[in-house]
């Protein structure tokens, strides 16, 4: 890895736990679980995603 460490992370959906979106986020920078509004192609709308467990 470079100077930036970035981990691989999955959105899960707040509402049906179903896992849409994965993505990476900087550690240093943001240290804290991702939370973004997404679309859940499950509940056929805008929902929160927050960070679940990656592979």
């Not at 986020?25 to 509940?43: G, M, Q, S």
């Amino acid at each position: 890895m470079g100077i930036n460490k970035k981990h691989r992370v999955r959105l899960a959906c707040t509402e049906c736990k179903h896992i849409n979106y994965l993505t990476q986020r900087n550690v240093k920078t943001a240290p804290e679980k991702l939370e973004l509004k997404k679309f859940c192609n499950n509940c056929k709308k805008i929902t929160l995603h927050k960070e679940s467990k990656a592979k």
